[in-house]
């Protein structure tokens, strides 16, 4: 059983503190969502964890599987089975999407991988998710909608087999048709060997993707863990409530 592992994480980024101590354990075959308004550090989280270098850790440790995660370089955290599934995947002209997936198969396995076997694979996570035939052709996300780069995200993910993954409001730009495409494929790869962080605002795309645990983050610390009773409060009343709830008072920004 692999584990992500991450202790009184307190990251910055222009001298401004985000991240104020997160605590969190994420073990393969768990789905943990984390929610919260705006601007209270939840993509601050997967871009420090995933090495962004403008986002500078002050203190706290990360760990996976026993390996400190924040003394490797960003090529080596995705080599040790790490996956950011990003908010606004970039466009990258000239590079088509087949020969991007598997340099980065070939990069992540340490290994060749054969160009039928790789074929197949990748027409497969196609098929899954519904994607154009000619995807494979297609420059790296060059004329894409939101919702067509947030699928090749996923279709990326299904290709790389990684430990952990940290899905960065995966759900914005789909509509309902593919966000239970998406998500129906995230929970059919939810095993023993993979687990997942899950980042959003709304509830919709957890209609799709079970969660194990669900997380309240505010102003940059997890303030409450529950379960599917936490998503069903936030549904009701947003999160005006915890301000009472709990006493802790907050304005939504933008981080």
Same mark, same amino acid.
């Given at each position: 059983m692999a584990k992500l592992e991450i202790k009184n994480l307190h990251v910055g980024i222009e001298g401004k503190e985000i991240l104020k101590g997160v605590n969190l354990v994420v073990k393969s075959g768990e789905v943990h969502a984390i929610m919260g308004p705006n601007g209270t550090g939840k993509s601050t989280l997967a871009s420090a964890l995933m090495g962004n270098p403008k986002y500078i850790v002050t203190a706290g440790e990360a760990y996976l599987d026993g390996k400190n $995660? $924040?003394?490797?370089?960003?090529?080596?955290? =995705?080599? =040790?089975g790490l996956f950011l599934a990003m908010q606004y995947p970039a466009e990258v002209p000239g590079v088509t999407n087949s020969d991007f997936m598997r340099q980065a198969l070939k990069a992540t396995s340490k290994k060749e991988v054969g160009l039928f076997e790789f074929a197949l694979q990748y027409e497969k996570a196609v098929e899954d998710l519904k994607m154009r035939p000619d995807l494979a052709h297609r420059y790296l996300n060059e004329g894409f909608s939101g919702g067509e780069r947030k699928r090749n995200e996923i279709l990326q993910l299904k290709v790389l087999k990684p430990k952990f993954a940290i899905l960065d409001e995966i759900d914005s730009g789909l509509d309902v048709d593919a966000l239970k495409i998406v998500g129906d494929n995230v929970n059919s790869l939810v095993n023993e060997d993979f687990g997942c962080i899950l980042i959003t605002h709304y509830q919709r795309i957890l209609d799709h993707i079970t969660p194990s645990f669900v997380h309240i983050m505010i102003d940059g610390?997890?303030?409450l863990t529950g379960g599917m009773e936490l998503i069903e409060k936030i549904d009701r009343n947003g999160y005006m409530w915890i301000k009472d709830e709990l006493g802790i008072d907050f304005v939504e920004g933008e981080q």
């Amino acid at each position: 059983m692999a584990k992500l592992e991450i202790k009184n994480l307190h990251v910055g980024i222009e001298g401004k503190e985000i991240l104020k101590g997160v605590n969190l354990v994420v073990k393969s075959g768990e789905v943990h969502a984390i929610m919260g308004p705006n601007g209270t550090g939840k993509s601050t989280l997967a871009s420090a964890l995933m090495g962004n270098p403008k986002y500078i850790v002050t203190a706290g440790e990360a760990y996976l599987d026993g390996k400190n $995660l $924040l003394e490797m370089e960003v090529d080596e955290r =995705a080599r =040790a089975g790490l996956f950011l599934a990003m908010q606004y995947p970039a466009e990258v002209p000239g590079v088509t999407n087949s020969d991007f997936m598997r340099q980065a198969l070939k990069a992540t396995s340490k290994k060749e991988v054969g160009l039928f076997e790789f074929a197949l694979q990748y027409e497969k996570a196609v098929e899954d998710l519904k994607m154009r035939p000619d995807l494979a052709h297609r420059y790296l996300n060059e004329g894409f909608s939101g919702g067509e780069r947030k699928r090749n995200e996923i279709l990326q993910l299904k290709v790389l087999k990684p430990k952990f993954a940290i899905l960065d409001e995966i759900d914005s730009g789909l509509d309902v048709d593919a966000l239970k495409i998406v998500g129906d494929n995230v929970n059919s790869l939810v095993n023993e060997d993979f687990g997942c962080i899950l980042i959003t605002h709304y509830q919709r795309i957890l209609d799709h993707i079970t969660p194990s645990f669900v997380h309240i983050m505010i102003d940059g610390v997890i303030v409450l863990t529950g379960g599917m009773e936490l998503i069903e409060k936030i549904d009701r009343n947003g999160y005006m409530w915890i301000k009472d709830e709990l006493g802790i008072d907050f304005v939504e920004g933008e981080q």
